[in-house]
């Protein structure tokens, strides 16, 4: 999702629920708004129905397989989903890992150790990079880091004992690998993660900081102490959707991890997720196989309205506890 | 004697106990102070290790893209290098075209909905209100494949269309429409109250001052979510990579197959010809401009609504 959406998000969360004027029922204008919204209704409905019809007779024919089977045969089966699933889950927890270690520490950095007049440039340029579309990303790791990987960080990885048990062989031909889906995911949803959190950080209360600071904490104690802990449920919101972000990135990590259907824990062979096989496979699919593709669709969609219901319901609550500080 | 002595004791021992606290104190303040500094340069180490890969991205995009950017990029129709001439890429006028086709069109289709529906959640309160609230939000976070599935689905299937300009501009309207309501939405609960107050005691009728008063006061608001929306869109690859089949032609009709900038940088980045893997940095700088140039106009648009408001 658009940075700009989560930030907008975070504000929507504030709103008060009811009407700010007195009722304007009874008027043309007020069937209007009321068509629009019935018509929203009828795209959303569709846009949950669509899909899943679409993919009801792979449920039907094949059941649990598609969660749980390995390989996928085109254009009549067996399909087994497990192979994106697990890549899915891979990709998105490592970048995840990456994006928050380092996302969390730049955003702190913002909020607190860069002089007051450059924040507003740094944020400026935050919200720039995540508004990058996400092929520009993809186009740089394929072209740039795969080769750099291939030759350089591969072999050294390759030369530490017990790595190549963990990360497999690094004679890939391209340099295309889960690895490197990961780093590039990484790096895609780092700005989105910053973005966030750093408005969370910035609006820990003023007179926690200096209640702590009075009371001879150093930046780092007031910061661990304080900031953190207030900012909590916050920066578990800017996590989720990160990751949400992270497991619903398509065409960067259709270009970069490699878009082998197999079930992989070597993260240096190449490997595909949801996303990314749904669009490497589509394009020559027929019949049973574009079914099949929907469904794999359907379970995109039930993770990603999990994740942004555990987002949401985080934010939230950061805001009424911070609304009771 | 003995109560002196007692009396005494304490006294010293109180004496060399202020001294070792202040020594511990002193300790811990050196110990702590030095973890705070260890901390600061480790979080701005991660800034740093934050910005190497950004602004390498960008360094390699100005750098290799500039080069390919001319006056036949844009208006050239692209070529398959052969053999023979390995080096013929042509330009990316379809793209182009195709972009800004797709991009009017999934305008014309979420601008007016997504305005409406967002000033409908901030007028009215109805269970089906809070419902599209929370639907457009988990709307607003669906990955964008989806929004090409739905798409291809309804209107290249179902519906027969083919694949065509139009549904890919139906994929990208269903991508802004969440991102219009929900600004909308905020756009419009943030006029003052006392401005419809104002209108109401002068006798208009609710309506009347939703459109005249309201609407006015929140059209910066409005315009910088439509503007973030197509910046989105514009960059989007995934929904219209399944439905607008990639045409090589200059086409605006909306029932033919265009192609799109996103959709030439996903194709060609794996081509096997150099030539043409050299020209997608070009249409990449040009997309990235084109996006920045949107996101930044968004920027300007709300800073002069909060200049506006103080």
């Known amino acids: 999702m658009s940075n700009a959406a989560a930030v907008d998000l975070l504000e929507h969360e504030e709103m008060e629920e009811g009407p700010v004027s007195s009722s304007i029922s009874r008027s043309w204008y007020h069937y209007v708004l009321i068509a629009a919204a019935l018509l929203f209704t009828a795209i959303s409905l569709g846009f949950v129905g669509t899909i899943f019809w679409s993919s009801w007779p792979t449920w039907i024919h094949h059941g649990v397989t598609l969660l749980t089977g390995k390989g996928w045969t085109s254009p009549n089966g067996p399909f087994g989903g497990l192979a994106m699933i697990t890549g899915t889950l891979e990709t998105s927890l490592i970048a995840l890992v990456i994006a928050v270690i380092i996302g969390l520490g730049t955003s702190i950095s913002i909020v607190f150790f860069i002089p007051r007049r450059f924040r507003t440039i740094v944020a400026t340029l935050v919200e720039l990079l995540a508004a990058i579309p996400s092929v520009v990303y993809g186009l740089w790791g394929l072209l740039v880091i795969a080769p750099w990987m291939q030759t350089t960080v591969n072999p050294w990885l390759n030369s530490w004992p017990f790595a190549k048990e963990i990360f497999g062989n690094s004679g890939q031909e391209f340099g295309t690998s889960l690895l490197l889906a990961s780093i590039v995911l990484g790096i895609m949803i780092l700005p989105t993660f910053v973005a966030i959190s750093r408005e969370v950080i910035a609006v820990v209360p003023q007179d926690l900081m200096e209640a702590s600071l009075s009371l001879g904490a150093t930046r780092w104690q007031m910061i661990r102490e304080v900031v953190l802990p207030t900012a909590k449920i916050g920066l578990f919101g800017a996590t989720f959707l990160a990751l949400a972000r992270a497991t619903g990135e398509t065409v960067a990590v259709a270009l970069v991890a490699g878009s082998v259907a197999n079930v992989q824990f070597h993260l240096l062979y190449p490997g595909t997720s949801i996303a990314a096989w749904i669009a490497t496979e589509f394009g020559e699919s027929q019949g049973n196989e574009v079914s099949a593709l929907m469904a794999l669709g359907v379970i995109l969609m039930v993770l990603n309205v999990c994740l942004a219901l555990i987002s949401r319901s985080l934010v939230s609550r950061q805001r009424r506890a911070l609304a009771r500080v | ?310």
């Open chain 2, 1 to 310: 004697m003995s109560d002196l002595l007692d009396l005494e004791e304490p006294k010293d021992t109180g004496h060399e106990m202020r001294d070792e606290i202040r020594k511990t104190s002193e300790r811990s303040r050196a110990r702590r102070q030095a973890t705070s500094r260890v901390m600061v340069i480790l979080c701005s180490l991660a800034l740093l290790i934050a910005a190497v890969p950004l602004v390498l991205l960008m360094y390699q995009l100005f750098r290799q893209g500039a080069s390919q950017v001319d006056w036949t990029f844009f208006t050239k129709l692209p070529t398959t290098p052969t053999l023979l001439s390995p080096n013929a890429t042509g330009g990316i006028s379809n793209d182009i075209i195709g972009t800004i086709a797709l991009t009017i069109y999934a305008s014309i289709l979420a601008i007016p909905v997504g305005v409406l529906v967002g000033v409908y959640l901030a007028e009215t309160e109805s269970k089906l209100a809070t419902t599209l609230r929370v639907v457009s939000q988990t709307m607003a976070g669906a990955p964008s494949i989806l929004m090409g599935l739905f798409a291809f689905s309804l209107i290249v299937h179902d519906l027969n269309v083919g694949f065509s300009s139009i549904a890919g501009s139906f994929a990208l309207a269903v991508l802004m429409l969440p991102v219009i309501i929900i600004s909308t939405e905020i756009a419009v609960r943030n006029v003052p109250l006392t401005l419809r107050e104002a209108g109401l005691a002068l006798g208009a009728k609710p309506h009347k001052v939703s459109l005249r008063i309201v609407l006015p006061t929140a059209l910066t608001g409005i315009v910088t979510g439509v503007i973030l929306a197509i910046s989105r869109a514009v960059g989007e690859t995934a929904p219209v990579l399944l439905v607008i089949g990639g045409g090589y032609t200059n086409s605006w009709k909306p029932f033919d197959p265009v192609s799109a900038m996103p959709l030439a940088i996903y194709e060609n980045a794996k081509s096997e010809w150099p030539a043409q893997r050299a020209q997608v940095w070009g249409i990449a700088l040009v997309l990235v401009i084109f996006v920045f140039i949107l996101s930044l106009t968004a920027r300007i648009w709300a800073s002069r609504k909060q200049q506006v408001r103080n």
